[in-house]
């Protein structure tokens, strides 16, 4: 980690991950269903982290062109955008939705879901960045050997699909580290700037924060959705798909409750009878209208770090301040 100064005399925080990046500090905003949105990744740039378009948020890739010049007219500062390769019988155009990341100039891609290796040769001979979201440490080094440049490695806290394998990033950050050259990024259950000097002290070089974000300003969700996540805790999430070995962590409410029973019920259930109440259509509406009950609202345990509400800038500055002063061993009061 190097501190530099700008011309304007603030300093920088420098990692490979920065470096690779181009941002001033090492922190990302996770590519997020519904939230990632021009609004909250040209704001988490513009404050000096890397902002993330989440592609399939958009119904098209014609869709994600225009989200793309949106965001760049709002920020003159790298932005990334979020592919997710779903396990699903019907995939989306992913082609069609790399092409469009590729002619619209983005040079850095976040991926998550299945192995991105059909697409890796094709997105590095355009020039573009890739950061792959794991949550185990094999699989970030078959990442690795695949070609991609940065692994997000996800700890078992995180908000989303964490894997089967149940282990926390106390540990599986550093036993990444341990194995893993490229760098990499931390991911799951980071909301502050302790947090965030953990992750590095541990071996990583930068952090990657989803919940934490949503519960800003800027992101485009209801505010009721945002005061919820404040209101929690760290213990007011619910893991559900379990029977399915399709985890997913996500806020404890009557939805997710309601998923849990059925997937507990003697017998257990098929996924068609929970369908109704996970559709991705259903959670938009809950984070567009405020209705916390009214379908899933994806969550991390970082909720019990989440006291207040601010500007992707006053978060951000806030998180590097702090975790300079953890890093140098200082004491001081951590909101």
Known sequence: IAETRTDKGQSDMKTRVTDLLGIRYPI??????WVGRAELASAVSNAGG???LTGLT???????????????????????????????????????????IIDSGVKVMETAGNNPRVFIDKL???????????????????????GVDVISIDGFECAGHPGEEDVGGLVLFAAAARKVDIPLIAS?????????????????EGVNMGTRFVATREAPVHDAIKQALVAAD????????????????VLKNAI?????????????????????????????????????????????????LINDIPTCADLIERMVADCRVALEGGLRHFQ
């Not at 890739?130 to 990442?143: D, F, N, Q, Y």
């Not at 938009?284 to 345990?301: M, N």
């Open 188 to 204: 799951g259950g980071v909301a502050d700037g302790r947090g965030m000097a953990a992750a590095l002290a541990l071996g990583c």
């Open 256 to 304: 997710s409750d309601q998923v849990v029973a059925m997937e507990n019920r003697p017998g257990g259930c098929a996924f068609a009878d929970v369908h109704p109440l996970v559709a991705g259509q259903r959670g938009r509406q809950a984070l567009e209208s405020g209705t916390v009950d009214g379908g899933l609202v994806w969550a991390s345990q970082a909720m019990g």
């Open 124 to 146: 590095k001979a355009a020039g573009i960045t890739m950061i792959h979201k794991c949550t185990t440490v094999r699989h970030a080094l078959s990442a690795e050997r695949a």
């Open 28 to 33: 990302v905003q996770g590519g997020m269903q």
């Open 58 to 100: 958009q119904p098209s890739p014609e869709a994600l062109v225009q989200e793309i010049e949106r965001c760049r007219a709002m920020t003159d500062k790298p932005f990334g955008v979020n592919l997710t390769f779903l396990p699903t019988t019907s995939p989306p155009p992913y082609e069609a939705y790399i092409d469009a």
């Open 234 to 249: 760290e213990t007011q999430t619910n893991l559900i798909f379990r029977s399915f070995r399709n985890s997913g962590r």
């Open 50 to 52: 890397l902002g993330i």
